[in-house]
């Protein structure tokens, strides 16, 4: 079971949009419709922002969304705001032990 | 809404066994909706989701791990607890748990404890 594929980082200036790529195979990512993200700021435990691929928990922004074709899910944050910036963490189901698998991470810089 | 808080020693022998226990509230463990999980995020890295285990006690351990983890299960208490055995200084790191809703392949997570920063030195 290996970690969903992440870029390491992604930069943008307020109020620009962003997007995150994560890159599974046909057993978790591209098998299911069930993506989820997560923002983790430093110091704190992740928080759910994204699941089902583009659904959000009450509370979260719409600025943030999240869409998936083939075996890469994608989340997106608009309006980019300085409380953005922090680690982004996809997650899906797999078919093989334990059942779920986190991406990589990618480290989000509001410039 | 689930609450979720782990606890167990911040630091550990090389060579010994970590142990830690994760105390569920404001939900059963035994509803059947969650898998409980724990996660581990060493320092400046990713997150590791390192196994899960259900109310009636299957466990579903991360394959890299799998031959030094235990989990297990007390319905009577609400808690879940991990075993880490032979440690080294590669499982220092924060652990985490979670609670896991998982249906026909739908999972995620959106219960987490605070986490517990766990050393592993002599």
């Known amino acids: 079971q290996s970690a969903l594929t992440q870029p390491a980082s992604v930069s943008g200036s307020p109020g620009q949009s962003i997007t995150i790529s994560c890159t599974g195979t046909?057993?978790?990512?591209?098998?299911?419709?069930?993506v989820s993200w997560y923002q983790q700021h430093p110091g704190k435990a992740p928080k759910l922002m994204i699941y089902?691929?583009?659904d959000r928990p009450s509370g979260v922004s719409n600025r943030f969304s999240g869409s998936k074709s083939g075996n890469t899910a994608s989340l997106a944050i608009s309006g980019l705001q300085a409380e953005d910036e922090a680690d982004y963490y996809c997650?899906?189901?797999?078919?093989?032990?334990?059942?779920?698998?986190f991406g990589t991470g990618t480290k989000v810089t509001v410039l | 809404q689930l609450q979720l808080q782990e606890s167990g020693p911040g630091l550990v022998k090389p060579s010994e066994t970590l142990s830690l226990t994760c105390t569920v509230s404001?939900?059963?463990?035994?509803?059947?909706?969650?898998?409980w999980g724990w996660i581990r995020q060493p320092p400046g890295k990713g997150l590791e989701w390192i196994g899960n285990?259900?109310?009636?006690?299957?466990?579903y351990y991360n394959p890299s791990l799998k031959s030094r983890v235990t989990m297990s299960v007390d319905t009577s208490k609400n808690q879940f607890s991990l075993n880490l055995s032979s440690v080294t200084a590669a499982d220092t790191a924060v652990y985490y748990c979670?609670?896991?809703?998982?249906?026909?392949?739908?999972?995620?997570?959106?219960?987490w404890g605070q986490g517990t920063l766990v050393a592993v030195s002599s």
């Open positions: 285990i259900y109310y009636t006690g299957s466990t």
């Open positions: 979670a609670g896991l809703y998982c249906s026909g392949g739908r999972c995620y997570s959106n219960n």
């Open positions: 089902d691929v583009s």
């Open positions: 997650g899906s189901y797999t078919s093989s032990d334990p059942l779920y698998v």
């Open positions: 404001g939900g059963s463990i035994s509803s059947g909706s969650h898998y």
């Open positions: 046909s057993s978790d990512v591209g098998g299911y419709d069930y």
